[in-house]
């Protein structure tokens, strides 16, 4: 046989053999990755994205507070009518231009109290208008709303883990599993109206 057949019948050398072996294998990784990329956009064409309607955007400067339930529910706030120690009023933002109450956005909610100035701490007071005190209604734990009061102590209670936060106090931990402090809400008062004289003085929700 000549040396020319002996040669065509060779056995692959190792070398030869590897570089091969890496091309393929290369070529397969691309597959994958092209694949894997592929698949990644479209799961991120399938997430829905969170609209933003005029009823969920974010509380804003100059927001009308209004009452969030009840019979005076999407009115103004009339600091007048609340009453000196009693239990907080749960209230949305209105946007002043087009009256529309934000209230499907569960971080714009409200807890409007009024307290006596004397006994607001300095920090508290700054933010505070004529006794009036505002906070985020989400609890930090796990998010729900606090709703409960204690009149003897002057506490805001969240019902759900009994939570308790001292609204004198920029809402200080007093007790339960709360990491921190619900966030204050700046406002100020005209025309019998409660405003958000700025936005929340740090995020408000439930710690994640």
Request: aromatic letters at 4%.
């Amino acid at each position: 046989m000549s040396d020319h057949a002996n040669h065509d019948h060779d056995p692959e050398t190792p070398e030869a053999h590897a570089s091969r072996r890496a091309i393929l294998q290369a070529a397969i990784g691309a597959g994958v990755g092209a694949t894997l990329l592929s698949t990644l956009y479209i799961g991120a064409g399938l997430i829905p994205k969170k609209e933003v309607t005029p009823e969920t955007e974010p509380l804003a400067k100059g927001d009308i507070l209004v009452y969030g339930d009840g019979p005076k529910k999407g009115q103004p706030v009339n600091p007048a009518n609340l009453g000196l120690g009693e239990q907080q009023t749960v209230a949305y933002p209105m946007n002043p231009k087009t009256r529309v109450v934000k209230d499907k956005e569960a971080n714009n909610t409200v807890l409007l109290l009024k307290l006596d100035p004397a006994s607001l701490d300095a920090e508290t007071a700054k933010s505070a208008a004529e006794g009036v005190v505002a906070y985020s209604a989400v609890c930090k734990h796990l998010g729900c709303i606090v709703s409960n009061w204690d009149k003897a102590a002057q506490i805001l209670v969240c019902p759900c883990h009994q939570g308790r936060y001292d609204p004198k106090q920029s809402a200080k931990v007093v007790g339960g599993p709360p990491p921190k402090p619900v966030p204050q809400l700046p406002i100020k008062i005209e025309g019998g109206q409660i405003l958000a004289a700025a936005g929340f003085l740090a995020k408000p929700g439930k710690e994640v």
